[in-house]
């Protein structure tokens, strides 16, 4: 104890100071001149409040420790059914959470709709840049502008040659494919940190382009007036463009503006499962197995005789690729794009649910893309919040769980003595 | 001398200006890298931190009724590299100390989590509203030919020069003739070695830290009144360039990142000049890339070798 407080009392004094004058005092500015207020006895009260907590956390470090050895941790991988039942119901499983994706939004209000619909753009997003990030353990802190060369495709070519959504949908793919080529080929053989800090620049390259570039993408006014996806070729407004038919009139029901926004969600359904599925395979294939191989050790993979600049590559290319389809998707779904949705809090957000999910756990990463879009607006009153609480979250997850709150199981095999 | 000769010489004044507080950021990122071979990516944010607390102190103060301007500009130098060095500290402690030893990758995304967290939390303290505070310090000297085009030398622009020749001078005494700038020298040598030898290496690091944030305070609390304007997001920015600073240097080595400091400083002042400002910012990021493509150990920086 003795031996704990001289630690204890300089830890408190360093909480003292980083909150005193960042949290206890106020820059006020009033027209041209700027004042200090000083925060209210509440404020205070909660400093001194951290102070303490931090004090008595310090000097009872070493007993608190034995303690939580001494708890008996939980096990709860007995609360699971075998292996074989698991794989038999899996399919089952499946077919009824696809079943309850398509018939739910039938039930709920129109907001509830939308939501869901933004939900799953983040779920690809995180999907891809799980390729990427959890799979083949490369730190792209630059994918938004990946997601900015989907959505600028489309906005750009409906715009100027009034190209359809689903003609886009693959050309937004390839495009953004072949950025993720022509940057990754110099960069992939750069080492990690290098790597993570050359995307980010070019992240931001790409939105500082867009934002100047006037001529071509309206600078920071964006593209406005971007059209809805059809249905073969029916369209969800309540009047028909020339030489098109709408969907209430083609099967005589009544115009209905929700009918617009389930399709939009159907959609993006379709595209979520689609890229599940092609990740899933490709996970299995020898390519996959390199990413990962890759990511574990880089000299091994290289002395058994695989080329790690294609296999970075591959997953560089493919995990834009998936940006660019929800770019794709995220324009058409707003209907206006400019930079300010392309920022690098964006890129962090997605990195955010990559890492809280489990790096390379698909399920991870599709409940965390779920619960990071959810839960602040669940509770407005978190809004301010919701950055702050990213930020945390990625150092605590880091900290205590670094394989995230789902890891990636590996398929083994055991030989069970008899 | 012709009008675009006098001009291109007062962009050099100012890109050497800003160019030599990047270079104090530099060294927080250079020192962190060259020991423990990590990117401090919440770095920039501990420079915002200094910004914010010298603006604090300089308002408080001159509410207080200090009149004199040293003691109060001397006064908040104090208390920004206070405030910084325990964030720097803290930082350390809690988000990359237990983390050492594990893979590389683990590290720079707490560090990322750790800058978006300092940068909201700055915001919700104090607003996120630009902070404007009038021009303490103005005049300076000023030559060329009034009819052509009159270069200024600002005096906040030489107290930069010269606070900046003082802490870099500081760091370089510190760091080659005492014995803690010894220990430190041998930390990046070999960490292992050092710790076996008898030295405390955690608190070697914790100092770098400590260093590196003291200096990026400086760097605030000048910029900061250079610029008049604070705002919470100033920090990305500035540690981004920093951090093309400290590359462009060869990261790891203190000199280089003076030099690249100031190298990148002109850069941006020369192209500020010729082409629109905004794209200013896209030669720093394309510098970045071309010299890590090409010449990934920088202008002054060793190779290194990856061991098994």
């Known amino acids: 104890m003795q031996r704990a407080l001289f630690p204890a009392l300089f830890a408190a004094g360093v909480t003292f100071l980083l909150t005193c004058l960042v949290i206890g005092v106020k820059l006020e500015q009033d027209g041209p001149t700027l004042t200090v207020v000083g925060a209210d006895a509440e404020t205070w009260s909660w400093i001194a409040f951290a102070v303490v907590v931090v004090f008595l956390f310090q000097l009872f470090q070493q007993p608190l420790a034995r303690l939580r050895q001494r708890l008996p941790t939980a096990d709860v991988t007995g609360l699971l059914p075998d292996h074989r039942l698991r794989t038999r119901l899996r399919p089952w499983l499946i077919a009824l959470v696809v079943v309850g994706l398509l018939v739910w939004p039938f039930m709920v209000s129109r907001g509830a709709v939308d939501l869901a619909t933004l939900t799953l753009i983040y779920v690809m997003l995180g999907l891809g840049l ?17 997601y900015a060369v989907g959505a600028y495709t489309y906005a750009l070519l409906s715009e100027y040659y009034g190209l359809s959504f689903w003609a886009c949908l693959p050309l937004a793919g390839l495009l953004a494919a072949t950025f993720g080529c022509i940057l990754g080929f110099p960069v992939l053989r750069l080492r990690g940190d290098y790597l993570a800090i050359v995307t980010l620049g070019f992240g931001e390259i790409i939105r500082i382009l867009l934002n100047n570039w006037t001529g071509l993408t309206g600078g920071p006014n964006g593209i406005g007036g971007i059209d809805k996806p059809s249905l073969f070729g029916l369209e969800f407004s309540r009047r028909a463009s020339e030489g098109a038919q709408t969907f209430h009139e083609f099967f005589g029901i009544s115009y209905n503006s929700s009918h617009k926004v389930i399709f939009l969600y159907l959609v993006a359904v379709l595209l979520v499962l689609i890229t599940v599925y092609i990740i899933n395979r490709i996970q299995r294939m020898p390519i996959g197995r390199a990413w990962e191989a890759l990511r574990e050790d880089e000299i091994a993979c290289r002395s058994l005789g695989l080329n790690p600049t294609v296999i970075k590559l ?53 409940l965390a893309a779920i619960a990071m879009t959810i839960l602040p607006e669940l509770a407005r009153e978190f809004q301010e919040y919701r950055m702050l609480m990213f ?28 | 001398m012709s009008e675009t000769t006098l001009y291109v010489l007062q962009q050099l004044i100012n890109g050497l200006t800003i160019g030599s507080t990047y270079a104090l950021i530099a060294i927080g990122y250079t020192m962190v890298y060259g ?23 300089i308002i408080g103060l001159l509410t207080l009724g200090v009149g004199s301007l040293p003691i109060v500009l001397l006064l908040a130098l104090i208390t920004a590299i206070i405030v910084s060095s325990s964030y720097g500290y803290a930082i350390e402690r809690v988000a990359y100390r237990p983390l050492r030893g594990g893979p590389r990758l683990i590290p720079l995304i707490t560090a990322i989590g750790m800058s978006i967290f300092l940068q909201n939390y700055i915001r919700l303290a104090q607003g996120s509203r630009d902070l404007a505070m009038p021009a303490l310090i103005s005049g300076g000297i000023e030559f060329g030919d009034p009819e052509v085009f009159e270069v200024t030398i600002s005096w906040m622009q030489l107290i930069i020069w010269g606070v900046t020749l003082i802490s870099m001078t500081a760091l370089a005494l510190f760091i080659s003739r005492s014995r803690l700038g010894r220990a430190c020298r041998a930390c990046a040598q070999d960490l292992k070695m050092t710790n076996l030898l008898g030295i405390d290496t955690n608190r070697i690091i914790a100092l770098t830290f400590v260093i590196g944030a003291a200096l990026a305070a400086v760097a605030g609390v000048l910029l900061g009144l250079y610029y008049g304007t604070i705002n919470p997001y100033i920090g990305f920015m500035a540690g981004l360039k920093a951090f093309t600073a400290a590359v462009l240097g060869g990261i790891g080595s203190i000199p280089g990142a003076m030099l690249g400091g100031l190298l990148l400083g002109v850069t941006e002042a020369l192209t500020a000049a010729f082409f629109p400002s905004e794209y200013k910012d896209v030669v720093a990021f394309s510098l970045l890339v071309l010299i890590l493509l090409f010449r990934p150990t920088g202008l002054l920086g060793k190779p290194e070798v990856e061991k098994v």
């Open chain 1, 130 to 146: 799980n390729i990427v990030v959890g799979f083949a353990g490369l730190l792209d802190l630059g994918y938004v502008a990946f």
């Open chain 1, 314 to 366: 591959s997953a560089f290319t493919l995990g834009a690729s998936f940006a660019g389809f929800a770019g794709c998707f995220f324009a058409a779904r707003q209907g206006f794009i400019s930079p300010e949705s392309f920022t690098f809090i964006e890129s962090a957000i997605i990195l955010a649910i990559v890492v809280l999910g489990g790096m390379g756990s698909q399920l991870g990463v599709i």
């Open chain 1, 391 to 418: 930020g945390g979250v990625m150092v605590l997850m880091m900290l205590w769980r670094p394989q995230g709150l789902l890891p990636m199981k590996r398929p083994h095999l055991e030989l069970k003595s008899s």
């Open chain 2, 35 to 57: 020991i423990i071979g990590m990117i401090n990516f919440a770095h920039g944010e501990v420079y915002m931190i200094g910004t914010y607390t010298a603006f604090i102190t």
